[in-house]
């Protein structure tokens, strides 16, 4: 069964946000990192990996990214400083 992603990036502690959906999370946020995905990221240096949701039905995951997008940026911070309050940059577990 395939897996789809939701995920945030961050410029960096409480910097600039971008949420995304993906069904490859290391191939897009290497994307990212290289200046080749969104112009958003590459503009604003958003690409660091700060939350991941996986998701079994590609319907739910494109549901729960735009909910997130439409999420206050307040609620946002709280999610990622409950999941990952050292804002570790989580890509580094996704590629090892």
């Known amino acids: 069964m395939r897996t ?17 959906v993906t069904n490859d999370l290391a191939r ?5 990192r ?11 240096g ?6 991941v949701q996986p998701f079994e039905d590609i319907a739910y ?3 729960q990214e735009k909910r ?12 990622i400083e409950r999941d990952n309050p050292e804002w570790r940059d989580l890509y580094e577990d996704i590629t090892a």
């Open 4 to 20: 789809y992603w939701v995920y945030i990036l961050a410029s960096g502690r409480n910097g600039t946000l971008y949420v995304g």
């Open 28 to 32: 897009r946020v290497a994307q990212h």
């Open 34 to 44: 290289a200046g080749t995905g969104a112009s958003f990221t590459r503009k604003y």
């Open 46 to 51: 958003v690409t660091r990996l700060v939350h």
């Open 61 to 63: 995951a494109i549901a």
């Open 68 to 79: 997130l997008k439409n999420w206050r940026r307040e609620w946002k911070l709280a999610l």
